[in-house]
């Protein structure tokens, strides 16, 4: 016996705001790399398709046992709506997902809380398949990006030739 619609996007709910919560409790090294840029989506799964633009942020940094977690925050705009999200990602290289929770603010609508998923291929260029789940249903949207990244400190991935000390 199968569950309803709706029980599935809860069940799926619990188990990615696990996910969002557990990634933090972990102990982290030093943060390596902030990124910064534009995106673009196809929105299906609503009334009718929509194009959508926006800006995200991602801090990614390397856990003990060097795998890299990110914690990333930003907005996607379209006709008659604007999403704020965060999320807690993990990749390798050219490859990752993300999870966590979104409000979308609506011109003629109530305001809705909700799941979001990105399933992701990039190097700084990248594609995304994102998911977003909320009591109304769900909504998917297929998305380009460019990420300029900046290295947060880069003495400390230097290789430690200098001897020289200011401090």
Same mark, same amino acid.
């Given at each position: 016996m199968s569950l309803p619609v709706y029980q599935k996007a809860v069940v799926k709910y619990k188990l990615l705001l696990l996910v969002v919560f557990l990634l933090p409790l972990s102990s982290l090294k030093a943060q390596d790399v902030f990124s910064v840029g534009p995106a673009f989506h196809f929105n /299906?799964?609503?009334?009718?398709?929509? @194009?959508?633009?926006?800006?995200? =942020?991602?801090?990614?940094?390397?856990?003990?046992?060097?795998?890299?977690?990110?914690?990333?925050?930003? /907005?996607?705009?379209?006709?008659?709506?604007?999403?704020?999200?965060?999320?807690?990602?993990?990749?390798?290289? @050219?490859?990752?997902?993300? =999870?966590?929770?979104?409000?979308? /603010?609506?011109?003629?609508?109530?305001?809705?809380?909700?799941?979001q998923t990105d399933y992701w291929v990039n190097y700084y260029l990248g594609l995304n398949y994102r998911v977003r789940y909320n009591k109304e249903g769900t909504r998917k949207a297929f998305g380009l990006y460019i990420k300029a990244p900046i290295v947060t400190d880069p003495e400390e991935n230097s290789d430690g030739d200098d001897d020289w000390d200011w401090d």
């Open positions: /299906f799964g609503d009334k009718k398709p929509k @194009i959508s633009w926006g800006v995200e =942020a991602a801090l990614w940094w390397y856990e003990d046992n060097n795998v890299p977690v990110s914690a990333n925050l930003g /907005f996607d705009r379209r006709k008659g709506s604007t999403i704020l999200y965060t999320q807690a990602q993990t990749g390798i290289g @050219i490859a990752g997902l993300s =999870a966590g929770p979104y409000v979308e /603010f609506r011109k003629e609508e109530p305001t809705i809380v909700g799941l």
